[in-house]
């Protein structure tokens, strides 16, 4: 009886450091481990980033894009006629409030008042850094209308 609990054990370890590495190997290989980045830090793929206006929430397609040029490609789903203007800036959205409506200091540029139903595009040169996509019709901004977007 002694002799059988002395070989139990060796087997026990060994197969315990088998279904470790497997376990470690695992972890690394497949999504979510390691050896992968979260999908969220992952730049925005090539084409147009699309940018869904409603009353009152800008919604791009993607919250992270590469450095260079991008393009917005934004359609007013909402009932009311919105804007996207493009902030550069290290402020928290809330604290660019200027009265009613935002201030616009660190604009790269913009995608003018658009129809409900309606669609514009935009491209822009955009650095590494954060910005800021707004709606600044009067009352949208004070409404939250607004959202970030960071450049890699």
């Known amino acids: 009886m002694q002799q059988q609990r002395t070989r139990t054990v060796p087997m026990l370890a060994l197969a315990f450091l088998g279904l470790a590495v497997i376990g470690l190997v695992a972890f690394v290989l497949l999504p979510g481990g390691s050896g992968s980045k979260p999908a969220a830090s992952k730049p925005a793929a090539a084409g147009p980033v ?72 935009v491209t822009l040169n955009l650095k590494s850094g954060r910005y800021v996509l707004l709606c600044n019709v009067p009352g949208h901004f004070m409404a939250g209308m607004y959202t970030t977007l960071t450049v890699k």
């Open 50 to 121: 699309k940018v869904r206006l409603t009353d009152f929430k800008i919604a791009p397609s993607a919250s992270t894009v590469s450095a260079g040029k991008v393009t917005f490609a934004a359609t007013n789903a909402g009932k009311d006629e919105h804007e996207m203007v493009v902030v550069r800036t290290n402020k928290q959205p809330s604290q660019l409030r200027k009265g009613n409506e935002a201030s616009e200091a660190g604009s790269v540029g913009e995608i003018s008042e658009t129809k409900p139903g309606a669609s514009k595009q």
